[in-house]
């Protein structure tokens, strides 16, 4: 049972962490079984995120052991992005369940310092876009007990929380907790995540709000790992609207994972609601398209339409033109 691996992992973390990383029990635990089993609880609660759990890497103990949710339509790795913590004390012998964030990819183009004023200011943001999920719980801040670099990282980021004493974590309001949690994750996702109002309105060109998280979601999941190489490679690289063909139009012989042609997600997505679980069929529920085709469909109130954006067309391509010629 998940609380209960985790109750063990929080109390002998700090004995087991004196033993080599290799000849310890707990550190396989931590990386197969509370993985495993925090996966089947994050089924049972409704949700289909990817688990990762870490006591270290490279043969040494981490500062602070962890396990995190992943959406994938934003991350896969605990480095960057944002996503559900659970990151453990080993000294005051606590875990915190977090919104937080991916502090690597942060130090990494600011440097710690700055970086770590990044991460609050980015931490302030989420907490504001999910103002009806933080009332829920603490955005106090929380100590990890730890000046390694990325422990201070973890601290900044976090947006909200809740943090649990070892005989809080088998108990109703825990698993409420975590319910919530997850559920703010996925609607934090369909209002944009971090990105700014200002930035979504303009990728959208819409000032309509609903609108513009719609196409700002259809846009990641068209971004999702693997999505644009399954297509590629069951789809002809011709957009299926006007018919451009890049290898015959523009000579394009470069690798066929890099043809200028875009994959575009067209499942509707407006009965949509926050929060609520969705699934997309590769390659099924997706189009290949030039750029402007890609762009005009999300114009329109049904970006799903095909043949009605094969409609507005009216123009012949100049080859088709030259062949009348002859």
Aim: charged share 25%.
């Amino acid at each position: 049972m998940f609380t209960d691996t985790l109750r063990k992992i929080t109390e002998q973390y700090i004995y087991e962490r004196v033993k080599p990383f290799s000849e310890s029990h707990l550190s396989k635990t931590i990386q197969t079984t509370l993985r495993a089993e925090a996966q089947d609880l994050s089924k049972s609660l409704g949700f289909d995120f990817k688990v990762r759990a870490s006591a270290g890497q490279f043969q040494t103990w981490a500062a602070i052991p962890w396990v995190a949710f992943f959406d994938p339509l934003i991350t896969t790795t605990a480095q960057e992005g944002y996503y559900v913590f659970f990151l453990i004390n080993p000294l005051e012998q606590t875990a915190s369940l977090s919104m937080n964030q991916g502090a690597t990819s942060v130090f990494r183009e600011f440097r710690e310092k700055q970086g770590l004023r990044v991460l609050q200011r980015r931490a302030m943001d989420i907490k504001e876009r999910l103002t009806d999920y933080a009332e829920h719980f603490s955005d106090a801040l929380i100590s990890l007990s730890s000046l390694h670099t990325l422990p201070l990282g973890y601290e900044a980021g976090r947006a909200f929380g809740r943090t649990y004493e070892v005989d809080e974590l088998n108990t109703d309001e825990f698993k409420i907790d975590l319910q919530k949690m997850l559920e703010a994750y996925k609607v934090l996702t369909f209002r944009g995540g971090t990105l700014p109002t200002d930035t979504m309105q303009e990728k959208s060109g819409s000032k309509d709000i609903d609108e513009t998280r719609r196409y700002v979601l259809s846009r990641r999941i068209e971004r999702a790992s693997n999505v644009r190489r399954i297509v590629l490679a069951k789809r002809k690289p011709i957009c299926e609207s006007c018919g451009l063909d890049p290898k015959r139009d523009y000579s394009y012989s470069g690798h066929p994972m890099q043809v200028p042609l875009d994959v575009h997600h067209a499942r509707p997505l407006k009965g949509l609601s926050e929060g609520e679980t969705f699934s997309y069929s590769v390659p099924d529920d997706f189009l290949v398209l030039c750029p402007t085709c890609h762009r005009m469909i999300h114009k329109q109130k049904d970006p799903s339409d095909l043949e009605q954006l094969q409609s507005k067309i009216h123009f012949k391509f100049a080859r088709e033109g030259a062949l009348g010629l002859l």
